[in-house]
């Protein structure tokens, strides 16, 4: 979360100018550094951010960029695998976030950081802004990163 200058409202309270919106709680691989996957209560979660969740982080933002005055947010779409969210679903609320962009006079930057192995013609055309690419890496042929994936450690 980036924090910046006081709110208008209280000259001492930081305003939020960012969010990392988690869309899905599971994910394509295994890598063995990954930190979230260690814990087996992570799949007791829902495996995508469920439709009543989405509602309340749209009616959520629009209250907070409203009540700030913001002209410009960023929201940084994250997993798990965000693409695991699904082609329809996620289209549908970057349409919902650039409905409220529109209606807001707000500037909404939006990001994925994904590890690409969902990525196809039909997803590259639909992400909403900058793809974050990361790329998985390994010490050795011998060795790779994960210990479940089509990924072969490159």
Not at 10 to 38: G, M
Not at 56 to 77: C, M, N, Q, T, W
Not at 107 to 136: F, K, Q
Request: one cysteine or more; charged letters at 25%.
């Amino acid at each position: 979360m980036e924090v910046t200058e006081a709110s208008p409202a209280n000259s001492d309270d930081p305003i939020c100018r960012s969010l990392l919106v988690k869309l899905a709680a599971r994910c394509n691989i295994a890598c063995r550094y990954c930190y979230w996957f260690r814990d087996e209560e992570v799949y007791a979660a829902p495996a995508v951010m469920t439709s009543e969740v989405e509602a309340a982080l749209l009616d959520k933002l629009e209250g907070h960029i409203r009540r700030h005055g913001l002209s410009s947010f960023s929201v940084l779409f994250h997993g798990g695998e965000p693409l695991l969210f699904g082609k329809q679903r996620f289209r549908g609320l970057c349409v919902a976030l650039r409905e409220l962009e529109g209606a807001l006079g707000c500037r909404v930057s939006l990001s994925v950081t994904t590890n690409g192995l969902p990525l196809d013609a039909e997803w590259l055309e639909r992400l909403c802004s900058t793809a974050c690419l990361h790329l998985e890496g390994r010490r050795s042929r011998s060795t790779p990163c994960c210990a479940r994936s089509r990924c072969s450690g490159s």
